[in-house]
């Protein structure tokens, strides 16, 4: 068992690597992932959340009635900042309805589930990024499509209710299995949870494979389009988390809950938006790639961050101790 959680540290700890390099054999070799199907992204995902829902308690839930002004703080900025930038980024590139699609799903989903991993690596509020990550996805089926459809209503059709069944079997069912479980089979679950961040790790992987290799052809004959799409994911990303620790520092909360609120902001479930265009707009084949961009993207750029954060508060703590000597 010890080499296993060896393993499984290596993986968790090396992801965005993993996943890069699986992303670029997917694209220059795509039919080595033929196998993944992108019909098997939906329930790929569902792995991801089942395995989310292991690791929640009901204590969890706790926070969002023991401190509600701040889950409804990085509730609402969740899903009014990402989508607003989305949509800015859309108008600003110009960007074609395909491209749209994928850039808006991104904005449009819940929190990712590596936030609270990076938020705690951070040094960050970690029970209030559990907390705003469990109210944006439970809200998920209700503004996703919505806000998809308010924003990109015109350019293409959408599908309010389809979308919404599609992300409560893709995401709320498969979370209350994993809570259910754990909730009955807790020595169960204890065991094993030391793999789970691995083993989602292992099919956010597989979904990237099975996005990218589908459509390796379009994005090889448009290299510029995908470096168009690398550059709107990227700004996406980094704009969400500047508007989310500047939110924070607007409203005066501590350190530690501006890196939370930041982190949650920035971070997507970017999975799930590549799984709702190959689900819903499977005309659209360019419409999954901002997603599975974002998924390899967020885990690099979250572990940098995080970092980065960890040092500068680390350095702040030092200078003020220094201080009052």
């Known amino acids: 068992m010890q080499t296993i959680e060896k393993i499984c540290q290596y993986i ?15 694209l220059w070799q795509p039919q080595i992932f033929t196998w993944i199907k992108p019909t098997s992204i939906n329930y790929l995902l569902g792995v991801v959340m089942f395995g989310m829902g292991l690791t929640l308690k009901t204590d969890d839930f706790k926070i969002v009635f ?56 951070a040094k960050g509020d970690v029970a209030l990024s559990v907390g705003m990550t469990i109210v944006s996805t439970i809200f998920a089926p209700f503004l996703t499509p919505l806000f998809t459809k ?15 069944f599609s992300i409560v079997k893709v995401v709320l069912i498969p979370i209350v299995l994993g809570l259910v479980v754990n909730k009955f089979f807790e020595k169960f679950t204890q065991r094993i949870v030391k793999i789970l961040p691995a083993v989602s790790s292992l099919v956010i992987v597989a979904i990237v494979a099975a996005v990218v290799s589908a459509s390796s052809e379009k994005l090889l004959n448009a290299l510029s389009t995908s470096t168009l799409i690398v550059l709107v994911v990227i700004l996406h990303n980094l704009c969400g988390y500047a ?83």
């Open 243 to 325: 508007a989310g620790y500047g939110v924070g520092k607007l409203l005066k909360l501590q350190a530690p809950k501006c890196r939370a609120l930041s982190i949650e902001v920035g971070m997507q479930n970017s999975g799930l938006a590549a799984g709702l265009a190959a689900a819903h707009f499977a005309q659209y084949p360019l419409a999954t790639i901002p997603g599975a961009v974002f998924s390899t993207w967020h885990n690099i750029s979250g572990a940098i961050y995080a970092a980065w954060l960890r040092r500068r508060g680390e350095k702040q703590k030092f200078s003020s101790g220094h201080e009052s000597l």
């Open 12 to 26: 968790a700890k090396y992801m965005a690597v993993i996943v890069l390099g699986v992303a670029a054999i997917a």
């Open 66 to 121: 023991s401190r509600p002004k701040e889950v409804l703080i990085g509730f609402v900025a969740q899903f009014t900042l990402m989508p607003l930038i989305a949509f800015l980024l859309i108008k600003i590139f110009m960007l074609n309805p395909e491209l749209a699609i994928g850039v808006m799903l991104v904005g449009t989903c819940p929190g990712g589930t590596a936030s609270n991993v990076i938020t705690y690596i």
């Open 150 to 164: 308010i924003y990109i209503g015109e350019i293409v059709d959408v599908n309010v209710l389809d979308m919404f």
